[in-house]
């Protein structure tokens, strides 16, 4: 009995020492985050820009170039109607030159005087092609009937208008393919661009 009376008695904690060692504990290490990819500056901006200038719809597009065509049409009728005497007088004499004849002539309808005639209206569309067409898009983006229509051509890097360079070759490639260059705008996605602009490196927009 005595021996049992000096032994200590078994400490006790109450529930506020308790609590205030663990609040002492070091809490656990947290894991990392995952680190976060960040967008460049260059990639928001290309962001905020292709949402800002939206592709322009087949519809009013096609209707911009009709105004356009129309336009270089009534130029090369003006160019080619001063020559159309001369090239009908030329014609008629190759005719009655043939009739006069005891043999049997063919009778070669485009030969080097109408090559040249028709040399003279293609230098006329490509002087005021350039003038209406080239410089137009080159500075500001847009023909007057693409302005009519709500179009613009841009550079598809910098959302700008594309240049003298880039201007002419649309304009040369879209000349020579035509209606054909046009047919790449129904597989091309999101910008829905044509052949030329491909080449060109452009799209057009609202």
Not at 95 to 101: L, Q
Not at 129 to 139: D, K, M, Q, S
Request: proline letters at 8%; aromatic letters at 8%.
């Amino acid at each position: 009995a005595p021996a049992a009376a000096r032994r200590p008695a078994p400490e006790r904690r109450t529930r506020w020492e308790d609590r205030s060692a663990a609040d002492a504990a070091p809490p656990a290490a947290a894991p990392a985050p995952a680190a976060e990819v960040r967008p460049t500056a260059r990639a928001v901006f290309e962001e905020m820009a292709e949402r800002a200038v939206r592709p322009a719809g087949l519809v009013r597009r096609a209707a911009a170039r009709t105004l356009d065509t129309l336009v270089l049409a009534a130029v090369a009728a003006a160019a080619a109607r001063p020559l159309l005497p001369a090239v009908t007088a030329h014609l008629q004499a190759k005719v009655d030159a043939a009739r006069g004849a005891e043999e049997a002539t063919t009778v070669w309808l485009f030969d080097a005087t109408i090559a040249g005639y028709l040399g003279v209206v293609l230098a006329v569309l490509v002087v005021f092609g350039l003038c209406y067409e080239v410089l137009p898009t080159a500075r500001w983006g847009r023909t007057p009937g693409k302005k009519l229509c709500g179009v613009r051509v841009l550079s598809s890097a910098t959302f700008r208008p594309p240049g003298f360079g880039a201007a002419l070759s649309r304009w040369l490639v879209g000349a020579f393919l035509g209606p054909v260059g046009w047919l790449w705008c129904l597989g091309d996605r999101p910008r829905r661009r044509a052949a030329h602009d491909r080449a060109a490196g452009t799209y057009a927009a609202r």
